[in-house]
Each structure stands twice: as C-alpha cells, then as structure tokens.
C-alpha cells in the first residue's frame, strides 16, 4: 500500500508540474479582446520554431472541445509578404477541399489597402453527417516586414450543411462588418 500511495503522490506531482507549464503565456500584450461587443479570453498561446508567434481567444462561455466562437491572431516570421502568405493558405484550402474538408473559400475585396480578406467554410463528417460546420473570415495585414493573421471562426456543431449554409447566408454580412470594424492591434514579440 505504501508503494500505491507513493506512486498516486508522483503521479499528482507530475500532473500539477505538467499544467503548470501549460500556463498559456501571453507574447502580444493583452489577455483579452473584444469583437463585436463580445469579450474573448486568451486561452493558448504558442511560439513556433519558424519565428511564428499565435495567440488563441475563446469566450469565458467556450472552450477548446466545444466552441460557438474563436479569435485567432498570428504573427508570422520576418520577411514574408501578405500575399505569400494567403497564397498558402489557399493552395492548403484547395487541398482540402478536394478531401471534402473546405466546402469554399474566397478571397475578398478589402476596403483596407494593406490587407487581404479571406473568407471558408469547413466541416468535419462523421458517419456520413457532417459533425462540426465552421465560418472562417482571416484578415492578413502588412506590418513592416512581418504579416499579422487575424481569424475569426464561428462554429456550428451537429447540424445539417443546408441549415449552416441558409444561417451564413443571413448573417455573413453582418459578420464581416463586425469582424472588419475590429481593430487589429499592433502585434509586437514581447
């Protein structure tokens, strides 16, 4: 017995060391945001090896396993260019819409010089019915040498793609003018 209670304690020990350094570190300056009168919270941060820097937001209602709502910012590595960087996104859309993963995808006229709109809806079928349907609208904006990615997705789990389509249909104006009006802060490497 004393080996079990030994081993328990190792075993929470560990566990609290592993969350502790999970604690989501926060490269950009701000914990939250604030889109379209709704508060997100910054929930998972990551600085990738390619100098890449993202921060994820969520809503205090939301997380990561079943989420209506989500902000994306991203800071990509020093000298690349907007247009490079959707280039890529679209050649990965493409890809995966031949997988039946991206149902569309769109670059958008931007009413900002320095930006390009991106727009795709995606989903995720399980046993033949889609499971997760998902509205994303990227905004790439030059900044200096570097390029900032700021994404919204908007999530719609257990419905039928018709019912999502009719929903983004209605309401994708209304977004896009939310999410547009949204001023993307100056991302700077902490």
Same mark, same amino acid.
Request: a positive charge; charged letters at 30%; proline letters at 2%.
């Given at each position: ?12 020990? +560990?566990?609290?060391? !592993?969350? !502790?350094?999970? +604690? ?8 939250? %945001? =604030?889109? +379209? ?8 941060? +990551? ?12 809503? *205090?209602?939301?997380?990561? #396993? ?8 991203? /800071? !990509?590595? #020093? ?6 960087? %959707?280039?890529?996104?679209? #050649?990965?859309? #493409? %890809? ?11 670059? /958008?006229?931007?009413?900002? *010089? ?15 019915? *889609? ?17 900032? /990615? ?12 018709? =019912? ?20 993307? *802060?100056? /991302?700077?490497?902490?």
């Amino acid at each position: 017995m004393d080996n079990m209670k030994r081993f328990i304690i190792c075993w929470v020990c +560990a566990m609290f060391v !592993s969350l !502790s350094s999970f +604690a989501q570190k926060d490269f950009f300056g701000f914990q939250n %945001v =604030s889109v +379209a009168d709704e508060s997100y919270q910054l929930k998972w941060s +990551a600085k990738m090896k390619n100098g890449r820097i993202m921060e994820e937001f969520l809503r *205090p209602k939301d997380n990561f #396993a079943k989420f209506e709502k989500k902000v994306v910012l991203e /800071l !990509s590595n #020093a000298g690349k260019m907007k247009e490079d960087e %959707v280039k890529n996104q679209m #050649a990965e859309l #493409a %890809v995966m819409k031949e997988q039946s993963i991206v149902f569309s995808f769109n670059q /958008l006229d931007s009413k900002y *010089p320095d930006e390009i709109w991106l727009e795709y809806t995606q989903g995720n079928v399980q046993g033949g019915k *889609p499971f997760v349907l998902e509205w994303n609208f990227c905004r790439y904006k030059s900044v200096g040498d570097r390029v900032v /990615l700021f994404r919204f997705r908007h999530r719609y789990y257990d419905t039928k793609e018709e =019912s999502f389509t009719k929903t983004v249909e209605k309401n994708r104006e209304k977004w896009i003018k939310e999410i547009v009006s949204f001023e993307i *802060p100056e /991302l700077k490497d902490k």
